[in-house]
């Protein structure tokens, strides 16, 4: 049973532009799907969709988000918030800005359960120092205590993880949540992230424009250019030999360090204007 | 410490700028043309009685020396003796600083009060004409001073709707017997509220004509800070929590627009003081300012010194108390 | 891409027109109020005394808005109140923002000892109550015309002198300026040249705004009876006089307010709408 079933999805600015067209996706229940695309593509867009943190220029023009077989946009501003809060969370991109600096840490990670989800102050706390144990964070006491200008980079992602996991969610939603961090907390944060889907069994939605993490985290993944979806495949077949020209650009385009000098090859642009003709081609049908 | 030598700069900077202020009254009232004491005497004083005098006040010294006079004695608490009423200025400064304190205070109020609350629904309603509406309100409060305000407010509730008292401190029909200088304090601690409710009604319309300037510019001021601050990822990632908009704006975002709008506040704060004098002489409020412009007509320089470095000090204290709140508010500071 | 803002953003040429014709308006009652009052503003007549507005009843149509205690006709009065409200927000506001802006640019681009001096002036200037300054400072100086403009200039100057010195200051560190001197510019050319037309905007809404301040301080003057010392009349003095007969003739204080009202509020959009036009980041 698909837990996320995006149909159809378009999102247009107020002057028109499309970001998404007509985008389709499932994630089933526990399941890791990557999210992939160059910057711009409008990957984020589609994890915001889902979430209702649409940038103010951007409107759902057409398709629908059912969750858990609920179409979100038939719900009202106040039941779609509360769903979404009780069943999905997201990790955000940049640990450094995503912390409340005038709050102390611990009521971050308990504030959805009591205020939201009515959850007894204690035994919120109590969660809360579970979850940090979890993403191995020694006295997490005095890190509940602590103010977040206090604590480093990789530090504040760990709570942040911790904090998405807090409600028990059956949705994650992880927006790019290594790019802002240093190479070497990288691995480490991925790996904590497997660990946490693994252990807890949600079905995560992994948003990254680096082939790399999607071999490392994901069974299957949808490969987005200009709010196109252009592919949608199994993590084993797309390394095997993905079927799109795009997608095996992009695939080509990927450092490996097996071969440092025969793969820094950017993306042919006989290919980005092919995948271009594609999508005007795709609006057309979409505006006519 | 850093935070010792920060504070005994800041101690060292405020005795400086008081000094200065106190030299700068003492000496300019002293090239006022019109001689006080010849004010105070009956017709047909001889030049003995008119040099006796003078040498009672110290006039006969010269200015330096009056001044050193002045000073030393104010540093043990002798403010002189005020020429016209020959009362000593330390009793009759005391006597009507709580009037101008509790005016000053309740203006304050009623400004965070306007402004925050205006600030924080023209957020909520952000691009609206709801937001639209409190602007241009806001604009118009801003540009017009609290003296216009004050001549307004007379005028609608004092003479077309007379709801509120227009003159005066307390009503003297209620006959109440105040121990302290401190009317509206002392009315709520003795919980006669038929008092604080008349005190009260002739407090409002000074204290909002002081109020609505500083209310515009904690509305411009704190919104402009909350909007940068509802781009903040925090504020994104609150939201897909469940929490509501309002809810957003005073739970989150609040806490951290508050602390750049703090020292201005400060600053306006004691503006707002200053402008007590002509408010209190509109609305014949028995304050300090009032008294002040009296004394200055009089060329009552005891008196007018004394309230001077009153008003002076009052200013610092305000300063230092908005920078200290300030540290303490602010985490990132507090273990700088 | 249209939103209810971009309403009110279309108000600035609104705002432009309605404060630019009222001041113009104050300027021509200004200058032609000799040929224009129905009655000489200080000839009393006591049976005509607190006769209420044209439309009201038992008015007498020849006077227009009504008389006061002494039966002066309040038009006529106010006619020749806006000479000197506003003589003393030209002279004061350009003789204010001229002192302050000087002595902010000075402290701004030369720094040092010359910042010093003039920040720690600033500062105790602040610990002062304007209101009481200027009261005090009328009563050194005596009244008068030039009193009632020192005083403003005397009590007003540190508002340019902060923004002038925040922007001197800001603006002295860019590599522009540098450029500048390294082309051999003196510093001083430097500063008028390179720093001053930036701050223009700021200093313009701060000029019209200083004029609007200049014309409350001269009614609040006047109002506590330390203005002009002639018979020629004030909005301010008017405005005393209306607020003691505020119960029998409230006539007598709500025209001179009105003025008031109006004449500050055009001062402050006036520069508010000049400096949004002017500014060259916003458009």
């Known amino acids: 049973m698909n837990y996320l079933s995006i149909r159809d999805l378009t999102v247009r600015l107020s002057n028109g532009l499309p970001l998404l067209r007509k985008v389709s996706l499932d994630v089933e229940a526990g399941e890791v799907r990557a999210l992939v695309g160059e910057s711009g593509a409008g990957k984020s867009m589609i994890g915001k969709a889902v979430l209702g943190i649409l940038p103010r220029a951007a409107r759902l023009t057409g398709g629908a988000i059912l969750l858990d077989g609920e179409n979100l946009e038939t719900l009202s501003p106040k039941e779609r918030r509360q769903r979404i809060g009780a069943k999905v969370a997201l990790i955000p991109q940049d640990p450094l800005t995503a912390l409340n600096p005038s709050r102390r840490v611990g009521p971050q990670i308990t504030d959805r359960l009591v205020d939201i989800l009515d959850w007894k102050r204690d035994e919120a706390e109590a969660r809360a120092l579970e979850l940090l144990n979890e993403v191995h964070i020694q006295s997490p006491d005095r890190v509940m205590k602590s103010y977040p200008h206090e604590l480093s980079g990789g530090m504040r992602q760990r709570i942040l993880i911790a904090s998405a996991f807090a409600a028990e969610p059956k949705l994650i939603i992880a927006d790019e949540p290594t790019t802002a961090l240093d190479v070497t907390v990288q691995k480490q944060i991925l790996k904590l992230i497997r660990e946490m889907q693994e252990r807890h069994q949600t079905a995560l939605l992994f948003v990254t424009h680096d082939l790399g993490v999607v071999s490392k985290i994901s069974q299957s993944l949808t490969v987005l250019y200009a709010g196109k979806v252009i592919e949608e495949t199994s993590v084993r077949s797309f390394f095997a030999g993905p079927k799109h020209p795009y997608s095996r650009a992009l695939l080509a385009a990927t450092p490996k360090y097996t071969d440092p000098d025969g793969s820094l090859m950017p993306v042919p642009d006989s290919v980005i204007s092919a995948v271009e003709r594609e999508v005007a081609a795709f609006d057309e049908q979409l505006n006519g | 410490m850093p935070i010792v030598r920060a504070l005994l700069t800041r101690l060292a900077t405020t005795i400086v700028t008081l000094l200065g202020a106190a030299v700068i009254v003492f000496f300019v009232i002293r090239i006022v043309p019109g001689n006080p004491i010849a004010m105070m005497l009956p017709p047909g004083a001889t030049e003995a009685d008119i040099a006796r005098l003078k040498t009672l006040y110290g006039l006969d010294k010269s200015i330096p020396e009056q001044f050193w006079i002045w000073i030393t004695n104010v540093l043990q608490g002798d403010f002189g003796t005020s020429i016209t009423t020959r009362q000593p200025v330390y009793d009759l400064v005391i006597g009507r600083l709580p009037a101008t304190l509790e005016l000053s205070v309740m203006a304050l109020m009623i400004a965070v009060l306007l402004g925050g609350t205006a600030a924080l629904t023209a957020t909520l309603y952000r691009g609206t004409r709801v937001e639209g509406g409190i602007d241009v309100a806001g604009g118009m409060a801003l540009s017009l001073p609290d003296f216009l305000w004050g001549l307004a407010l007379i005028l609608l509730f004092g003479v077309l709707w007379p709801l509120f008292h227009i003159s005066g401190r307390v009503s003297p029909s209620l006959g109440f017997d105040f121990h302290s200088n401190f009317f509206l304090f002392e009315a709520l601690i003795r919980l006669r509220f038929d008092v604080v409710l008349d005190l009260l009604g002739h407090m409002l319309m000074p204290a909002l004509a002081l109020a609505l300037p500083l209310a515009a510019i904690i509305l411009q001021l704190l919104k402009q800070s909350l909007k940068e601050c509802m781009h903040d990822d925090y504020i994104t990632l609150a939201r897909t929590k469940g929490y509501s908009e309002t809810s957003i704006i005073t739970r989150d975002a609040l806490p951290n627009a508050i602390l750049p709008t703090l020292t201005l506040i400060g600053v306006q704060f004691t503006f707002l003081i200053g402008g007590t004098v002509i408010i209190e002489r509109l609305f014949s409020y028995e304050g300090l300012g009032n008294m002040a412009i009296d004394a200055v007509i009089n060329r009552d320089l005891p008196l007018i010194q004394g309230i001077v470095l009153v008003f002076a000090l009052l200013f610092t204290l305000v300063n230092l108390l908005v920078d200290m709140t300030y540290a303490a508010l602010n985490p990132r500071l507090r273990h700088a | ?283």
Request: aromatic content about 10%.
């Open chain 3, 1 to 283: 891409m249209r939103d209810a803002r971009g309403q009110i953003r279309r108000l600035p040429g609104l705002r432009l027109w309605l404060s630019g014709t009222w001041l113009l308006l104050l300027v021509l009652a200004a200058v032609f109020a000799p040929m224009i009052s129905p009655h000489d503003p200080l000839e009393q007549d006591l049976f005509a005394a607190r006769l209420p507005p044209f439309w009201e009843q038992g008015a007498d149509p020849s006077y227009l808005l009504g008389t006061d205690s002494l039966g002066r006709d309040l038009l006529s009065r106010m006619l020749y109140g806006a000479r000197l409200a506003l003589t003393v927000a030209l002279i004061a506001g350009t003789l204010t923002c001229l002192v302050g802006a000087t002595l902010g640019l000075i402290a701004g681009f030369y720094r040092g000892w010359a910042d010093l001096v003039i920040s720690r002036l600033v500062d105790i200037w602040m610990a002062f109550p304007p209101v009481l300054f200027a009261i005090l400072l009328i009563a050194v100086l005596g009244t008068g015309l030039t009193s009632i403009i020192i005083a403003i200039v005397v009590i007003d100057w540190t508002r340019f002198s902060r923004v002038v010195r925040a922007e001197a200051m800001s603006q002295g560190a860019m590599d522009y300026v540098a450029s500048a001197q390294v082309a051999g510019r003196t510093r001083l050319g430097t500063a008028i040249t390179e720093i001053l037309p930036n701050v223009l905007p700021t200093i313009v809404a701060l000029l019209t705004l200083e004029m609007g301040i200049a014309v409350i301080v001269e009614a609040i003057l006047s109002f506590v009876n330390l203005s002009i010392s002639t018979d020629e009349p004030t909005w301010g003095g008017m405005i005393a006089e209306g607020r003691t007969s505020i119960y029998q003739a409230w006539w007598v204080l709500v025209f001179p307010l009105f003025a008031l009202f109006l004449t500050v509020l055009s001062f402050s959009q006036l520069g508010e709408g000049l400096k949004e036009h002017f500014d060259p980041v916003l458009r």
